[in-house]
């Protein structure tokens, strides 16, 4: 099963303007910002997937984690550097065919991956119906979609200009509920889902983030 830990993190950089890998090595937060996407991780299971396609790909650190489970994976960013990651991905022995990119006109066939995964991205998108129609344009039938939004709301703001993230205001312009109202106009059902609380005991405080898993029907 994919998972993100610490040691992972060894030696990975910033890429791009928008990375937040600074933010995974924190004490807490560092947790919080594994966890999120560990927390996806967990939702597809032992699954091996023929090919696959991650929308954000940043860092790498999602690539690092997928490509042991994942036969021919490939990324698309639409302000990372893809010649530096993939130089990573091969020291760490991880294969990937990455490029820059917008998910509104993703350059892959109709049908060609069995699964996309996207991290906090969707909450930067104004047309988030188009984003979702190109996912499932380029997903095969039964394919699946994980996708991890965080909240969107005055108290996100606050937390994360705490953690001193910049104008996030200006960054989160979609939410969750937007996002998950449109699934169904776009042929995506929910399989399984997850949300990130704190504090983690029951009963539930805020919530901090969004896990679906989605199928193309």
Sequence with gaps: MAQIDRQMLHGVPKNGPTDPI???RR???GWLYRERINQGFRLLGARRFDAALEVGFGSGIVQLALGPSVDDLHGIDLDADPTSVTALLSRRGV?????QGTVYDLPY???RFDLVVSFSVFEHLHEFDRALDEVARV???GGWFLLGMPSVNLMMEVAFRAIGFKG????HVTTP???ERAFARHGLAVVDAAQLDFPLRKPAGARLYYNWLLEKR
């Design 22 to 24: 600074d933010f995974y």
């Design 168 to 171: 996030i205001e200006d960054h």
């Design 95 to 99: 294969q990937a065919t990455l490029r």
């Design 27 to 29: 004490p807490f937060v």
């Design 177 to 179: 509920q937007m996002v």
């Design 139 to 141: 997903l095969k039938p």
């Design 109 to 111: 066939d109709d049908a």
